[in-house]
């Protein structure tokens, strides 16, 4: 019970301090929506267009904004001091850490349906398979928020781990298959999309909103939590290598 209490403490201290300042709600919202207002205004689409681009919009507003949360939360309280203060608490070091990240995978999963629900009043969603969306979206979100994870231990400023971060996340709108086709990248690239958790994610996403995807959905799933696990062990290794060892 007391571990439960320990875990309640942090998430909400995090929400409190963290988790609705401007940074946050400006690369969770504002950039994938300016983004999606830039694809229109390119390809002179009309709303007709929205299931098509929607998977990508769900993607890219789940990936930015939970890579910005930790990227504020964790490195902020690395450079204070406060973040190894908190390493000494009597709590499992498992437990901690999924503290630390469960407000992030939170907001970024809210985050997935503001494009959803303007989705709802402007075009027929009547198609999408929810239940085959819901479980797409958490995984995304758990996955994108361990690799924020990995790259705000990595780092000692919040600039880093924004540029690091951009690092990863501005090839992933081109090679996962948010907005482009992978058949369609060269082929030297086609390895490296698959390399991406993203890109699994992203084909869940397609499947479930217009039932289009390449990969079967049970392989997206397994695969996208194989890196969900393996990115979180990193982080803990990184963890324990730095301030526990």
């Known amino acids: 019970m007391k571990t439960w209490i320990a875990f309640w403490n942090i998430l909400l201290k995090d929400i409190r301090t963290y988790y609705l300042k401007p940074p946050n709600i400006s690369w969770g919202l504002v950039f994938p929506l300016a983004w999606a207002g830039m694809f229109f205004i390119k390809s ?8 098509r681009v929607l998977p990508g919009l769900v993607a890219v ?12 939360t964790v490195t902020f309280e690395k450079k204070n001091r406060s973040f190894e203060r908190l390493l000494l608490a009597p ?12 407000g992030a995978i939170v907001f ?3 985050n997935a349906f503001v494009p959803i629900v303007m989705a709802l009043f402007l075009s027929d969603l009547s198609q999408v398979s929810w239940s085959a969306l819901l479980p797409a979206v958490l995984l995304i979100a758990i996955a994108s928020t361990f690799l924020g994870l990995f790259i705000a231990v990595a780092v000692s400023e919040v600039f ?3 540029t690091f971060s951009n690092f990863f996340r501005f090839p992933m709108i081109f090679l996962c298959g948010l907005f ?10 086609k390895p490296l999309s698959y390399a991406l958790p993203l890109t699994y994610g992203a084909d869940m996403l397609h499947g479930a909103v217009h039932g289009e995807h390449f990969i079967p959905y049970a392989l997206d799933f397994s695969i996208l939590s194989m ?10 290794w990184n963890i324990r290598r730095k301030w526990i060892v």
Do not use: D, N, R, Y
């Open 91 to 102: 709590v499992a070091f498992e437990i901690l850490l999924l503290a630390k990240t469960s």
């Open 160 to 162: 880093e781990a924004q």
């Open 108 to 110: 970024g999963t809210a």
């Open 61 to 72: 507003s789940v990936l930015f904004g939970t890579t910005s949360m930790l990227a504020v």
């Open 44 to 51: 002179g689409t009309g709303l007709e267009s929205i299931p």
């Open 180 to 189: 482009f086709p992978i058949a369609s990248l060269p082929v030297f690239l």
């Open 227 to 236: 890196f969900c696990i393996a990115l979180f062990a990193a982080s803990l």
